[in-house]
């Protein structure tokens, strides 16, 4: 395939523009940027006394764009709850970056954390020749167009960030979260322009799979949530651990370093993600955003990895980042912030010809790296990468007067012409703030009444087949989480290897002992009451998580990942603004610091009649250090005879429930996070693990006690029966649905070891705990309601057929 | 003697006897969408080939790389020429132009290592060929909903006997 | 004694380099060196220097035609008189996953006519039409000439991960020729908790047996009841792993180098950690490099 070369540059004019007129650039252009920015820079170049080129403006726009400057968090929110304004300057900084800021003063020497906030992925130390990198984030807009090649992307882009952290991490393993509509929606009801949430799941699913798995990363944990408002805007969070080694986690470029290209060729795709994720999707979108959807190539990436591998412990750079939203614009504009830059856009390797300058210089190509590189170790650069097929070339320099100065040869000729010349200063620092004004009204949702729910037993079976709850082996077994050779536990667990873990333990280093934890927490439904107890809800899920397979909560970091709709509404940002300060006040209390996050915006569908913006989401992503994995602990019971306990508060909490909403109800009280009970019960679990006094540890969430106890049962092959008068519980709970169903937090369903019950009870004095049934030799899980009578006795294979039936595809 | 460059489009099939399991999963996807009438899928890899190739080159890359031995057979097409009975339909998905075509680049790749010096590059698609009594709202439905993504693919189908 | 030398060949795609070398680390070999073929085919380094050639785990060139067959080709052409070299030595080649797709299609196995390079088998997309990743239970074969799983117990248990890792003959000679070499050195069975003719797959398997039987099949040590996902791809006989017929090229579609370490079982938290299954074929071969 060839195109005509083009190597037009062309100018905006800016200076003389309307604000109409600014207004249709910018539109009509795909800027994304609003009125004030285009003022903005019509002033800056003004005292230049000139108008910027394209290749500026687009520099500006991707530079400037949600998507990179973050200008929701960074901005001014004046924040209205009842009649309470409060203008906050900066939520980002005033929650998020607090909570780490306060923890990391409090720990002092105990502070654990590397590098936070800063480089593409945050950094906690692992042991003492490595560190461990982690990022999360979202593709959420290009999969909604092509669900494989936006997952695909999606899980290459987040692998190259831990790859452009300090000098390099190695990937240790990825998880995975969606949200998606139902799998079940009804075709005919699909608005113009929507594909099938079921052609969605099954793309995304593949996408992930031909990526990660190529590369030889595990995908060892991850979630998959239902909701219809899912149903244009799918959310793809995808996420990488890595491994560096701690003397290579600085990085600098200097000046006269050259800027250097590696990996693929550049082409005409993904321009405009940066600001096409920052627009909302209409149904012309589909055929308007063409430019903006990419397809990975993960060979191409697996070359980067080995090769730069072997150039990072040889010392043969000074600094990497990825080509990601923005490509070169991005990647550069950021390395040489501090210097400067010139880029020659002639040298960079093109796929085929006919690309503007501009277009050059903000191509999202995929598997691309930039490094600076000291020109002494060129020649060894290129020699290494030449010997594994990987292209390397030199596109530039960093220079020392903090510009960012693109040039061009055009039609190959010999006479260099410049297509931008920025001031760093401007570029990076110029972006208007923005006043947004947020509006907090409380709903209120009724509660179902009681004639309404049906007997617990047929709960419980409907739960379990609910899409939010259902297996997800189908989708499990279809990613490689064993390569690499560091699974130790697995993301199906049991007797039969199908039971559902809770957090996965990685061992990263195979001559080491020291293992990894991951888990997520996620729970969009809570929102729909309060987003604050949503956020709260989410980080101690994600903490129970890695309570449950061993960890400590004071080894822990936590990662933010923030979907949302758009952000100009009062109602969306008052959200945002409300799950922001839960994150600080809960993160605070567990004294588990944020290290990295990231948001998306804008998730909103409109087909010109409705429009369908998405639950506010946030994922909490948890990463703890175990020095030991050897003490870890599965989800599973592991034999007749050993005691079950309830450890935690059962209140009255079914608000935003998975029982609620199976009823068609949202209702009114939405879990909240007692910190101090949770961090008590938290230390104390893992104290009575590190004795041996637990035998399988299950994660209380979504479907409450009956669920947790239902899978523990099944995956190990063993009945229970329990009794509900035993679960500790506020004095107001008095329904036997409340007790199997709610979703308190900080909850857990333990079994002992029989004859070790004393020891376990004194381990967890100070927790509320209640010892609750056994485990029994039939296959039968049997269960006492609060009147005293039996109110399940069903069959385990009736149990784990309605929790395996629904994705058997 | 010098080939003269140009485009030779080759389709490669599993034999009638091996399991298409990608054909199967997409018959079930297509009972989902609600079209009960189609009866079988069969799957198809398509490659366009640019170049001068002489008939032993081409032999060389369609046997000895495109086509496995034990399961598949393959034949040379015409542009819409799969081979698509009497009340079938064929369908033909290949990628837009400038959308990134990593398989493509492998086959250049390994009819290199063949020695083939004459080959300029390989596009590659997708075939499918739709058995039972569909109508062509049918098989674009199909297409739109399953088969292609407009994003990045174009198709054509056609009904074979045509 | 004789010190060991492993090459772990890499490739564009090739992912298992690392936890290969470490197996074999484990096992006791001296030298273990993971070296890019590039090296090999512009002469910088020679397959001479290595007692064991290793084609590990992957997706070489992406499996972007089949499964390995591009790596599978690129080895022929470019590297194909120094691999008969090194075979024509008694050297040792074990291909794992993607080595064991790239020794099938390069001709090396199973070989069942003494040199013979023409493809007798090949390594198919799975019956299921996905990417499986889970543990199986694999049966040695005793008959089998093969060196890397002659001191190990009748049964071991370690993972698949893969697409196509059917195996599929490419005729009724290749297939009698197949079970009187003692070609076939592993298959998959059912786990201890299936008990044969009680489970739905069991009926399934018992279908294929027939109908194998029907076509004159080798019956032989044959277990070809284990039914999926036991046995994972839909495989002929249930084939795991095949050897050449000195034993001394090897290859099998599991990964044992995924079971080296006690934390690696599914169920170590329930049974308890013992010794790891994967390590007796990289013992195997280091012992015999030893012994030869």
């Known amino acids: 395939m060839t195109f005509e070369a083009d190597d037009t540059v062309e100018t905006f004019s800016l200076l003389k523009a309307t604000d109409d007129e600014m207004t249709r650039l910018s539109r009509d252009g795909m800027l994304a940027l609003n009125l004030e920015e285009m003022r903005s820079i019509r002033q800056h170049f003004s005292a230049l006394g000139r108008d910027p080129t394209d290749v500026e403006m687009e520099t500006l726009a991707q530079t400037w764009s949600e998507h990179c400057k973050h200008k929701v968090f960074n901005g001014v929110i004046d924040y209205v709850s009842g009649r309470k304004t409060e203008r906050i300057d900066n939520l980002f900084a005033r929650t998020i970056r607090k909570a780490t800021e306060d923890i990391r003063r409090t720990q002092g020497p105990n502070d654990r954390c590397v590098s936070v906030f800063v480089d593409n992925a945050g950094i906690i130390e692992f042991d003492e020749d490595f560190h461990l990198v982690f990022k999360v984030e979202t593709h959420n807009h290009p999969s909604a167009l092509d669900p494989y090649g936006g997952a695909n992307t999606g899980i290459g882009g987040v692998i190259r960030d831990p790859l452009g952290t300090g000098l390099g991490g190695k990937p240790i393993f990825n998880t995975d979260v969606f949200c998606f509509a139902p799998p079940d929606f009804p075709y005919d009801d699909l608005p113009e322009g929507v594909l099938h949430p079921k052609r969605v799941f099954k793309g995304v699913v593949a996408g992930v799979r031909d990526y990660g798995n190529r590369m030889g990363i595990p995908t060892v944990n991850g979630a998959i949530l239902f909701d219809e408002r899912y149903l244009g805007n799918p959310l793809v969070y995808c996420g990488t651990a890595a491994i560096i080694p701690v003397d290579r986690c600085e990085k600098s470029a200097e000046p006269g370093d050259l800027v250097v290209t590696i990996g693929g060729r550049t082409g005409r795709d993904g321009i405009h993600g940066a600001t096409f994720s920052s627009i909302e999707l209409t149904d012309a979108s589909e055929s308007t955003a063409t430019q903006a959807v990419q397809i990975g190539n993960p060979i191409e990436e697996k070359k980067i990895l080995d090769v730069l591998m072997q150039a990072r412990d040889r010392g043969l750079y000074r600094n990497i980042t990825d080509c990601g939203a923005g490509g070169f614009s991005s990647a550069i504009g950021e390395m040489g912030e501090d210097t400067g830059a010139e880029v020659h856009l002639e040298k960079a390797p093109l796929k085929y010809g006919g690309l503007k300058p501009w277009e050059i210089f903000l191509s999202e190509s995929q598997e691309r790296m930039i490094l600076a590189v000291p020109p002494e170790h060129i020649e060894s650069l290129r020699d290494l990468c030449a010997s594994e097929d990987v292209e390397a070339s030199v596109i530039g320099e960093f220079t020392g007067d903090r510009r960012l100065r693109v040039t061009h040869k055009p039609d190959a000729g010999e006479s260099r012409i410049t297509v931008a010349d920025l001031d760093m200063e401007f570029l990076h620092k110029g972006v208007p703030r923005i006043v947004r004004t947020a509006r907090w009204e409380p709903p209120d949702h009724p509660e179902p009444p009681a004639d309404r729910r049906p007997g617990p037993a047929q709960s419980l079976v409907r739960l379990l087949s609910s899409w939010n709850v259902a297996s997800k082996e189908w989708v499990v077994r279809q990613y490689d989480h064993e390569v690499q050779g560091g699974s130790v536990l697995k993301p199906l667990q049991g007797a039969r290897n199908d039971g559902p873990g809770d957090a996965a333990v990685v061992r990263p280093v195979l001559s080491s002992d020291r293992g990894v934890i991951i888990a997520n927490g996620i729970n969009p439904s809570y929102g729909d009451i309060d987003p604050y107890w949503m956020a709260a809800s989410a980080i101690d899920e994600a903490l129970r998580q890695i309570t449950c397979v061993g960890g400590r909560i004071d080894r822990t970091a936590l990662l933010d990942n923030f979907c949302w709709g758009n952000p100009d509404k009062p109602d969306r940002l008052a959200a945002l603004v409300r799950a922001a300060k839960a994150c600080y006040d809960i993160a605070v209390a567990y004294g588990t610091p944020f290290i990295s996050g990231k948001d998306s915006f804008y998730n909103e569908f409109s087909d010109g009649e409705r429009t369908i913006a998405i639950p506010p989401t946030l994922l909490i992503s948890a990463i703890c250090v175990m020095d030991d994995v050897g003490k870890a602990v599965s989800m599973d019971v592991k034999a007749p005879g050993n005691s079950i306990y309830v450890v935690g508060r059962t209140g009255d909490e079914l608000g935003g429930s998975r029982y609620y909403r199976m009823l068609g109800f949202i209702g009114r009280n939405a879990p909240t996070v007692d910190v101090t009970a949770g961090s008590g019960t938290m230390n104390r679990l893992h104290a009575a693990m590190s004795q041996g006094l637990v035998a399988a540890c299950h994660d209380c969430s979504e479907g409450g006690l009956a669920v947790a106890a239902a899978e523990m049962a099944f995956a190990g092959g063993y009945g229970m029966a329990l009794d509900l008068d035993a679960v500790p519980r506020d004095p107001e709970v008095d329904r036997d649905d409340t007790v199997l169903f709610s979703e308190s937090n900080s909850r857990f369903v333990v079994e002992v070891p029989g004859g070790r019950e004393a020891e376990f009870e004194a381990q967890m004095e100070g927790s509320p705990f209640g010892r609750v049934g056994t485990v029994s030799g039939e296959e039968c899980l049997r269960v006492r309601g609060l009147g005293g009578d039996e109110i399940v006795s069903t069959e385990l294979s009736i149990l784990k057929e309605a929790w395996q039936r629904p994705l058997r595809w | ?162 | 004694m004789s010190k060991v030398s492993v090459l772990i060949l890499r490739a564009a795609g090739i992912n298992c380099d690392e936890e290969t070398a470490h197996a074999f680390r484990l096992a006791g070999a001296e030298r273990v060196d993971p070296v890019h073929i590039n090296a090999f085919i512009q002469g910088s380094r020679r397959l001479s220097e290595y007692d064991v050639l290793v084609l590990s785990g992957g997706f070489s060139y992406g499996d972007d035609l089949s499964g390995g067959k591009v790596l599978a080709n690129e080895m022929q052409c470019k590297l194909m008189e120094d691999v008969e070299t090194f075979t024509g030595e008694g050297k040792l080649i074990l291909g794992i996953c993607n080595g064991f797709q790239v020794l099938v299609k390069m001709g090396l196995l199973p070989q069942t006519e003494p040199g013979g390079r023409r493809q007798e088998a090949t390594v198919f997309y799975n019956d299921s039409g996905k990417f499986e990743c889970r543990w199986v239970y694999l049966r040695r074969n005793p008959a089998s000439p093969c060196v890397f799983t002659r001191d190990m117990p009748e049964t071991i248990y370690i993972p698949v991960a893969n697409g196509e890792g059917k195996v599929m003959l490419a005729s009724e000679d290749v297939q009698a020729r197949l079970g009187p070499g003692g070609h076939i050195a592993l298959q998959y069975v059912n786990p201890p908790w299936v008990a044969t003719g009680e489970s739905a797959e069991e009926a399934a398997g018992a279908t294929a047996a027939a109908a194998r039987e029907a076509a004159g099949a080798a019956a032989g040590d044959v277990t070809g009841e284990t039914a999926y996902p036991w046995s994972p791809n839909g495989s002929v006989d249930a084939i795991a792993g095949i050897c050449d017929a000195t034993g001394r090229i090897f290859g099998l579609m599991p990964h044992p180098e995924r079971y080296t370490h006690p934390t690696h079982h599914p169920r170590w938290t329930r049974e308890g950690c013992r010794e790891p299954d994967g390590l007796h074929i990289f013992r195997n071969a280091v012992n015999y490099v030893r012994g030869a």
Request: proline share 3%.
């Open chain 2, 1 to 162: 003697m010098t080939a003269e460059s140009k485009t030779r489009r080759i389709a490669v099939v599993n034999r009638k006897e091996v399991v298409d399991a990608v054909g199967e999963g997409l018959r079930g996807d297509i009972l989902d969408l609600g079209i009960g009438s189609v009866e079988g899928v069969r799957h198809v890899r398509l490659y366009a080939l640019h170049g001068a190739l002489s008939a032993a080159e081409l032999d060389r890359i369609t046997s000895g790389l495109l086509t496995d031995p034990v399961t598949q057979e393959h034949l040379e097409i015409a542009d819409a020429g799969l081979p698509v009975a009497p009340g079938e339909w064929g369908v033909e998905v290949w990628f837009r132009p400038g959308v990134t075509d990593a398989v493509g680049e492998t086959a250049l790749k390994g009819s290199r290592d063949l020695g083939v010096a004459g080959i300029e590059s390989v596009d590659t698609g997708r075939g499918y060929i739709l058995a039972g009594p569909l109508i062509r709202s049918q098989v674009d439905t199909i297409c739109r909903r399953l088969l292609a993504n407009d994003v990045i693919e174009r198709y054509a189908c056609y009904e074979g006997g045509q």
